[in-house]
């Protein structure tokens, strides 16, 4: 045997084992990557499919209409929110519907009447019932002004609600809505006439949520959330 060609040819056996084991471990690491892949593509796609049923508040309407800029509306800023309303009256009604009072000390043994104007003391409440609702859902990365819609009767809010469902959905709206957050166009929508505390900070819980994470949580999980909100809010020093 010419021992010439025995290490070539050792060498060619070994360099050809070395390639099957290679590509055999790249096949093992591809497969394990589609597969987490798969994976992660569900897990990111799971929530936006959801999204495709959290669609019965979501519509547009008149941007003048959102902004409260349509005739008859007028507004005055938080340092959380933008409220858009038609008559004082109505904040009036509003301030004196959401039982929630100020930081008032040991007891609220130091609270007085109310100061200030009407604007500034029902800012303060809704400012209040925001911070709040941050505090219980610890989501604080809520950078939007949020608009609140306050319409005098319910019958309004439940025409608006109908019309978004009709725009959007294109299916009859639920019967008995009493306030709705609408995502989109980053609103909620309430009635002095039906509105508490409690519905107020559930609707800004949803609109917390729904800033707070990527990609938004489904209708269910965010509903949770948002009454959590609700029965947990601190309603102390009542007024």
Not at 57 to 69: H, R, V, W
Request: hydrophobic fraction near 40%; glycine fraction near 8%; charge should be positive.
């Amino acid at each position: 045997m010419n021992k010439g060609f025995i290490v070539p040819a050792f060498w060619g056996r070994l360099t050809r084992s070395l390639q099957a084991v290679a590509m055999h471990e790249q096949k093992r690491i591809v497969a394990r990557l589609s597969r987490w892949a798969v994976v992660i593509a569900l897990f990111m796609l799971w929530p936006v499919a959801a999204l495709a049923d959290d669609g019965l508040c979501e519509g547009i309407l008149s941007p003048k209409a959102q902004s409260g800029a349509q005739s008859g509306w007028m507004h005055f800023d938080t340092s959380k929110t933008v409220v858009c309303y038609r008559t004082e009256a109505d904040l009036e009604r509003l301030n004196r519907k959401l039982k929630v009072g100020r930081n008032c000390g040991f007891l609220g043994l130091f609270c007085g009447g109310e100061d200030g104007s009407i604007t500034q003391r029902l800012g303060e409440k809704i400012d209040r019932i925001f911070e709040n609702a941050q505090a219980l859902l610890d989501m604080y990365n809520c950078k939007s002004n949020i608009k609140i819609m306050v319409y005098t009767e319910q019958n309004e809010v439940e025409r608006v609600y109908a019309n978004i469902t009709s725009q959007y959905k294109g299916s009859p709206a639920q019967k008995g809505i009493v306030a709705f957050y609408f995502h989109k166009l980053e609103t909620v929508y309430v009635s002095v006439d039906t509105v508490t505390e409690g519905i107020l900070a559930h609707e800004l819980g949803h609109s917390i949520v729904d800033h707070y994470f990527i990609i938004r949580p489904p209708t269910k999980v965010a509903e949770m959330l948002a009454q959590y909100v609700d029965k947990n809010l601190d309603r102390s020093c009542t007024n």
